[in-house]
C-alpha cells in the first residue's frame, strides 16, 4: 500500500506565499515523476509542474516564475513554493507520484488566495 499525504495549504494574501509538501510512504521500490495538479469547481484539473527522478522539471505557463517544485529521493517527498500568489491560483491542490509504475494522488490541500 502507498500513501501520499500532503500538508501546506491554507489562506494566503495575494501577492503572498505558500509552500506544499507532499510525503510517499508505503512499500516504494521506485518513484518517477512526481508533480502537482489543481482543480477549481466546475473545471477540469490541471497540471500545474511536474519534476522527474533526475530533476527535470516542467511548469504550467500560469506559474512560470513564481513556482518552484523541487523534490528530496531520500525522503521520497516533493515540495512546491509558491511565490507572488494572485487570486487565480485559488484552488485545491492535489499531488501526484509515478510510484512502482502506478500512479497515486494525494488526498488534496485547499489553497485560498484572497484580501
Known amino acids: 500500500q502507498v500513501q501520499l499525504v500532503e500538508s501546506g495549504g491554507g489562506l494566503v494574501q495575494p501577492g503572498g506565499s505558500l509552500r506544499l509538501s507532499c510525503a510517499a510512504s508505503g512499500s516504494i521500490f521506485s518513484i518517477n515523476a512526481m508533480g502537482w495538479y489543481r482543480q477549481v469547481p466546475g473545471k477540469q484539473r490541471e497540471l500545474v509542474t511536474s519534476?522527474?527522478?533526475?530533476?527535470?522539471?516542467n511548469y504550467a505557463d500560469s506559474v512560470k516564475g513564481r513556482f518552484t517544485i523541487s523534490r528530496d529521493n531520500a525522503k521520497n517527498t516533493v515540495y512546491l513554493q509558491m511565490n507572488n500568489l494572485k487570486p487565480e491560483d485559488t484552488a485545491v491542490y492535489y499531488c501526484?507520484?509515478?510510484?512502482?509504475?502506478?500512479?497515486?494522488w494525494g488526498q488534496g490541500t485547499q489553497v485560498t488566495v484572497s484580501s
Open positions: 501526484y507520484g509515478n510510484i512502482n509504475t502506478m500512479r497515486y
Open positions: 519534476i522527474t527522478s533526475g530533476g527535470s522539471t
